[in-house]
């Protein structure tokens, strides 16, 4: 028999055995720490101007010669998504044939190929959603188009729902009727009055506590898993980034926020070096590319927008502009911080091969979260073992083209993170 038949047959088992194990790890049951406990671990280095992980997990300080053995004998597998499109649709229906796939210039033979809606490799689905006090207005039409996207979802994908308090709404699942039970529950305490505060606002059952970079910096770090498909969602005005770590500090109506022993730049690591898709959603009025003449008009209708939020009736409002007004200066600084925050947003998105969009009106949810599922459906899983296996830690640059269509365009992640001989 030809050498390379056995070899491309031997692939193809390894493939196989992968997709079956990546199944099984998905229908076993799991047990973890209280979500978000991986984010207590970390202490600020002040000098490096980083977060620092001060304390592991018992089983991640396990330095036995059986554990080191078992990495060394591990064999490096690249598995990366990639939709192709040309200027105006998705193109389905190729074939592993139809890609060509390089990492730093040297050409890589494929071992695995899947395309989107190929139930044999699973999808394990993450919505981390703010219902922050600024996010009401988009709460409601969210939820109902979440609940659609759920019921379209194929019968051996999971999800799981993270709230913008660093909380698991509910863990991984695949049943259907509990998820959207859980997003009922989260709108029905977003919107329940329970009366008035001492200042005339509006007073919720309860509302998320805007910490939804840190929610999905524990997504990142304790819900994505190297064996599945892994997709999250984002949805947020993100205006938590303005005031992690390594953001100047906030001396206006955010500086009450916890200060976190993080910076932006450890959660865009985290998101780098996972194998997470994200598509972020970002609900508020579009900042980012507005030209400059026009920022601060659009800047001072969010801003008005976000404060008119906190209050249950438009006489309330206009007694605390009266008082607090929006003045040029107050504008400027804000509409600089959000602005910071969507391009933070937008960021995570496209470093992972997703993709970001500006949910401004309620009505525009329907139409993005269908968006998301016709992503998620067209994507094709494309594995490699690289040939080069050295452990080195650094990034390894990947590009997948598709072969003689130079007009196609092939979106994805740009490489990955090698793992770490240490």
């Not at 202490?43 to 977060?51: I, L, M, N, P, V």
């Not at 500086?255 to 508020?284: F, K, M, V």
Request: hydrophobic share 40%; net charge neutral; proline share 3%.
């Amino acid at each position: 028999m030809n050498i390379s038949v056995i070899i491309r047959r031997s692939l193809f088992v390894i493939a196989i055995f992968l997709l079956i194990s990546a199944q099984l790890s998905a229908q076993s049951p799991r047990k973890r720490e209280k979500f978000g406990s991986s984010l207590k671990r970390f202490k600020w280095d002040e000098s490096r101007k980083t977060a620092v992980e001060t304390q592991k997990k018992k089983a991640e300080k396990s330095n036995s010669k059986q554990d080191e053995e078992a990495i060394k004998l591990e064999t490096l597998f690249v598995a990366l998504d990639v939709t192709v499109s040309d200027s105006s649709r998705f193109v389905a229906g190729l074939s592993k044939d139809d890609f060509i796939v390089t990492e730093e210039g040297q050409p890589e033979q494929i071992a695995s190929f899947t395309t989107g809606d190929d139930a044999r490799l699973p999808r394990s689905i993450i919505l981390v959603i703010d219902y922050s006090g600024s996010q009401l207005p988009y709460l409601q039409s969210s939820v109902s188009a979440a609940k659609t996207l759920i019921q379209k979802l194929a019968p051996t994908d999971e999800m799981a729902i993270v709230t913008d308090d660093v909380e698991l709404l509910i863990d991984f699942t695949r049943d259907k009727a509990r998820l959207s039970a859980a997003l009922s529950s989260l709108l029905k305490q977003a919107t329940a009055n329970k009366g008035e505060d001492l200042f005339g606002r509006f007073r919720p059952e309860r509302r998320g506590q805007t910490l939804q970079f840190s929610a999905l910096f524990a997504a990142l770090r304790e819900l994505v898993r190297d064996d599945a498909r892994s997709i999250i969602i984002f949805q947020t005005d993100g205006d938590e980034a303005f005031t992690l770590r390594d953001q100047p500090e906030s001396d206006d109506y955010l500086s009450n926020l916890p200060r976190r022993e993080y910076g932006l730049a450890d959660i865009y690591a985290a998101a780098a070096r996972s194998r997470a898709t994200i598509y972020s959603l970002i609900t508020s009025e579009r900042l980012l590319g507005i030209e400059p003449e026009k920022l601060y008009e659009q800047g001072r209708r969010l801003l008005a927008r976000v404060e008119r939020a906190r209050y249950a009736t438009d006489e309330e409002y206009e007694r605390h502009a009266r008082i607090f007004p929006l003045t040029d200066a107050k504008v400027k600084l804000l509409t600089d911080r959000f602005l910071r925050a969507q391009t933070a947003t937008a960021r995570v998105a496209e470093m992972t091969g997703g993709w970001s969009a500006f949910f401004e009106k309620p009505e525009q949810a329907v139409a993005l979260y269908e968006r998301i599922l016709d992503d998620i459906f067209n994507r094709y899983a494309i594995g490699y073992y690289p040939t080069n296996t050295v452990r080195d830690g650094r990034f390894r640059r990947v590009k997948i083209e598709a072969r003689n269509h130079p007009e196609y365009i092939v979106r994805g992640r740009a490489g990955y993170f090698a793992p770490d001989s240490k």
